[in-house]
């Protein structure tokens, strides 16, 4: 076989293994999003996880070509290549289904481990362990562009899952169709393996004579500097992608898939400059990234944050900016075909750590989302070590290092300023805080969620009992509460937020709420009375509300509020016809399901209305201007009945309206949803 087909079977080898690594991603995080109720933080964890295994198959490979001749180290990694077949196919067990008191993020990332860990470590294997066998074949000068051959597969992967693969296919396909393609790629590595264990048996492989484009890449023994650069700039790297993640899908814009676009211009940014060496340029890139350091800086203040139109394409320029700046500097540095495998090894144990330090310990260290903040003056500070031997730059990127400081406490200041509480965990940050009005009696206590409010009550005692936001008296919460029977009431509430809807609790009346996060329940519980003043009785349950319903006894509810869809994480799962069916058994003949859809991003409310067409229900859209009082939100809540007479009863026949399907359109179900299909 000559050189063009061996390349092209290298090739080939190289891009499946990116292809499918990328594409495995987001298919195993929908698999279990419903588990830890929709949040986007199991996409961070996920990425932990990813960069981790990422990591212990760069240091496999590193062992395996520095200690291990290529006849043993085919045997060994044919050997784990079938035992990986065995996992197959890539379908998470109802075993690792939380039961709501245990840490989501360690609960997560065990699962990854015992279903996709011996898959994922050999896909990540691949891309290191090839090149270094390409380094040592005639061809090998251009071993550089597999690296960015590699980062192309992914990024095509990561934007061909939202836009093909997960409007057209369910999730079960899914999972068939990737563990098909793993298995054809197991052939194609086994085929690459074996045929360099043929031709260079005894492990003595001849180094190539670089080539021209490769005359700037000796191959000497890396300094001590250039171990600290290959680290601290991936980890600087993999550090921004996470927070940018994190600000712009909590702070900014609450928009779902919001997380693909960060990480595909953190990839582009990988294929251009190790690519070649012309899309880098200092000159160009370095007056870019400290004017993108010092506005990102400067956007993290609260009243910039509220600008989505400016806050969103300036913190995903600044991320594509400073990550050309920080791959750029880290290809300049990388070395000669022998030190090939280390420096990868390197650059994944940066991009571990940088990972690890965003989605596992900012959520337990930091009070909210500061990891930014940091990230950007690290970053100036890692660029004044970079152009050390140049005085002025260097004094200039201390400067900046300065600015961001400044810029951050700033921000710290400012979310202190009236702050009662602030709190983070898994769930994202939460913020009680009080703002003042005029007259004092309007004054009001908030609880946001990044950029979302949560609820909100008045601080005057003879009006904290008023309900407020999403849910006044004209609200579709609000009517389906006060249609229901006249007797003693049965209310289910999935989401507590402020407990707002528990003042509309009567003596005999049993109100009982379920809420995924813990530190929801303590803040209503310290910071606001709605529970506690409720007439009602109170029952709490801590854990996804469809795993308590799926284990619990009939509750013969008279009105279920399902109050979980505002913002970017939206959880799916309460929204599929297995989630209906498992409602409908909770529900008196003549109850009321109402669902919360105001969204400013997603049309949810076909989608119910879809559902429940194919169960048999009948859904109605209650839309309120709230044009009555200014502490009133304009919202819109769905009603779901058996019966149509139960939505035709007064007030919820004045204000209900049908809603309109599109034709053709598939209802949702745990197997297959689309988000992509619901945005306005």
């Not at 960060?262 to 070649?276: D, Q």
């Not at 989505?308 to 500097?329: I, N, S």
């Amino acid at each position: 076989m000559g050189h063009p087909g061996i390349q092209l079977l290298f090739a080939g080898t190289i891009f499946s293994s990116a292809f499918l690594l990328f594409l495995v991603q987001p298919l195993i995080a929908k698999q279990i999003l419903p588990w830890f109720g929709g949040s986007a933080a199991v996409w961070s964890i996920c990425m932990v996880f990813f960069q981790v295994v990422l990591l212990a198959g760069y240091a496999y490979a590193d062992w395996v070509t520095r200690h291990l001749r290529m006849r043993a180290q085919a045997v060994l990694h044919v050997a784990l290549l079938l035992a990986s077949l065995a996992l197959l196919p890539i379908v998470v067990g109802a075993q690792w289904k939380p039961t709501g008191t245990e840490d989501p993020a360690w609960r997560i990332l065990g699962l990854l481990f015992g279903t996709i860990g011996l898959p994922y470590f050999l896909l990540s294997t691949t891309g290191p362990l090839v090149q270094s066998w390409v380094a040592r074949t005639p061809w090998g000068a251009q071993v550089y562009r597999y690296f960015s051959l590699s980062n192309l597969a992914s990024l095509l992967s990561l934007l061909s899952y939202p836009v093909l693969i997960e409007p057209r296919s369910s999730l079960l396909q899914q999972a068939n169709g990737w563990s098909w393609g793993y298995a054809a790629f197991v052939l194609l590595c086994a085929g690459t393996t074996l045929y360099m264990a043929r031709r260079w048996p005894a492990g003595a492989m001849p180094l190539p004579s670089p080539a021209p484009s490769q005359a700037g890449v000796p191959d000497t023994p890396p300094r001590v500097a250039d171990y600290l650069l290959w680290l601290a700039l991936p980890a600087l790297a993999s550090w921004l992608l996470l927070a940018v993640t994190n600000h712009i899908t909590q702070n900014v814009a609450a928009v779902p898939f919001l997380w693909v676009l960060p990480l595909s211009l953190y990839l582009l940014t990988f294929v251009l400059c190790f690519e070649s060496d012309r899309w880098y340029r200092r000159g160009v890139f370095l007056p870019l990234a400290a004017a993108m350091l010092l506005l990102c800086a400067f956007g993290l203040q609260r009243h910039f944050v509220a600008e989505v139109r400016v806050a969103l394409p300036l913190y995903v320029a600044g991320l594509f900016v400073l990550c050309m700046f920080l791959h750029g500097e880290t290809a300049k540095l990388r070395p000669g075909p022998r030190y090939l495998t280390r420096f990868y090894l390197m650059l994944s144990l940066g991009g571990a750590l940088g990972g690890v330090t965003v989605g596992l310990v900012a959520p337990h260290v930091l009070a909210a989302y500061y990891e930014l903040g940091l990230g950007l003056m690290l970053t100036a500070l890692a660029a004044a070590f970079v152009l050390r031997r140049q005085v002025r730059l260097r004094v200039c990127c201390v400067a900046l290092a300065a600015c961001c400081t400044l810029f951050l406490l700033v921000q710290v200041g400012s979310d202190r300023a009236g702050a009662r509480s602030l709190q983070r965990n898994f769930y994202g940050a939460l913020l009680a805080y009080d703002t003042p009005a005029t007259p004092p009696s309007d004054s009001v206590r908030e609880l946001a969620h990044g950029s979302v409010k949560h609820g909100a009550q008045f601080l005057d005692p003879a009006r904290r009992r008023e309900p407020t936001t999403y849910y006044g008296e004209t609200s579709g919460i609000g009517r389906a509460i006060a249609a229901a029977p006249a007797g003693p009431r049965r209310v289910g509430l999935i989401g507590l937020g402020t407990g707002t809807l528990a003042t509309y609790g009567r003596s005999g009346d049993v109100y009982r709420i379920y809420e995924i996060n813990p530190q929801v329940f303590a803040l209503a519980d310290e910071e606001f009375t709605f529970l506690r003043d409720s007439r009602a009785r109170i029952e709490r349950v801590l854990g996804d509300a469809r795993l308590a319903l799926e284990r619990e006894p009939v509750q013969g509810f008279d009105v279920l509020a399902v109050d979980a869809f505002s913002g970017d994480s939206v959880p799916v799962h309460l929204l599929t016809a297995e989630a209906m069916d498992t409602y409908l058994r909770h529900m008196r003949p003549d109850g009321v399901i109402a669902f919360h859809v105001t969204n400013r991003f997603l049309a949810l409310a076909p989608v119910i209305a879809k559902v429940a067409e194919v169960r048999g229900l009948h859904a109605v859209l209650v839309h309120d201007d709230a044009a009555q009082a200014d502490w009133l939100r304009r919202t819109d809540w769905v009603l779901v009945a058996r019966n149509p007479q139960v939505l035709a009863r007064e007030p919820v026949r004045a204000a209900a309206a049908p809603i309109a399907t599109e034709p053709g359109q598939r209802p949702w179900t745990d197997d297959f949803n689309n988000l992509l299909g619901a945005l306005k």
